[in-house]
């Protein structure tokens, strides 16, 4: 193989692999932070007295553990070294949207994924019914 083209294919393949990085690194700074498409979403389910209760069902077995059961963040299985979010005051981290919530369950939060996904655990409509009972809760109300 000729010198030249060598070193363009290891150019090549250099860029890619960048491109790569670069791409992994937004997404996962994305689902970090929030992003614009989950601000977009809008909850399909209504907050009704059923919802909230299915979501508050959900939530005391799914994140009461890190978030404990007032959702205050200082659940009794927390990993050593995270700071669950306090789930009850003004201050969102990772987005205060319904959409930006929803995403943060669904897909957990990195970088490191303190907070894992839960996807594959918790259906589409039944994350709706958590984000429901989390905007129940005395500060987090929209």
Known sequence: MAPKLKLRKTWIASVAICLTLLVAAVSSAARQTGNGDAKKLTNPVKATPESVAAGQQLYQKFCSFCHNADGKGNGPMAPKGTNPSDLTDSK???????????????????????????????????????????????????
């Open 92 to 142: 969102w981290a990772y987005g205060a949207t319904d959409g930006e919530i929803f995403t943060s369950i669904r897909n957990g939060i990195g970088p490191k994924f303190d907070m894992q996904s839960y996807k594959d655990r918790i259906p589409e409509r039944d994350t709706w019914n958590v984000v429901n009972y989390l905007r129940s809760l005395s500060s987090t109300k929209k």
